[in-house]
């Protein structure tokens, strides 16, 4: 089992950055798959940035791609959300999440296990 705990959001201006922080308990960490998810008001879970177990393979949803950066560091336990170049419409509740998988998936409901999220909130 995997207990995960979200930190580093907050409230930034357009074009800022931010830094996210995933701590995970557990000795198997480095046998989940990790990604990054968020929700906006109103809106659906969406799809961020997956990572593979090593970290050797990352995956982005294009409206990121070149903004934010995922790494890990099997070794803290802790998977990490550089965000750069903040918009507006990144504005939501974050959340990482654990897949007990061989590939990264994009479809939220696969994944195991979950934290409880950290809020960031970008101004125009």
């Known amino acids: 089992q995997v207990q995960l705990v979200e930190s580093g959001g907050g409230l930034v201006q357009a074009g800022g950055s931010l830094r996210l922080s995933c701590a995970a308990s557990?000795?198997?960490?480095?046998?989940?798959?990790i990604g990054w998810f968020r929700q906006a008001p109103g809106k659906e879970r969406e799809f961020v940035a997956g990572i593979s177990r090593g970290g050797g393979q990352t995956y982005y949803t294009d409206s990121v791609k070149g903004r934010f950066t995922i790494s890990r560091d099997n070794a803290k336990n802790a998977v990490y959300l550089q965000m750069d170049s903040l918009k507006p419409e990144d504005t939501a509740d974050y959340y990482c999440?654990?897949?007990?998988?061989?590939?990264?998936?994009?479809?939220?409901?696969?994944?195991?296990?979950w934290g409880q999220g950290t809020q960031v909130t970008v101004s125009s």
């Open positions: 999440a654990a897949d007990n998988a061989l590939t990264i998936a994009r479809i939220w409901v696969l994944y195991d296990y």
């Open positions: 557990g000795r198997t960490f480095s046998y989940y798959v």
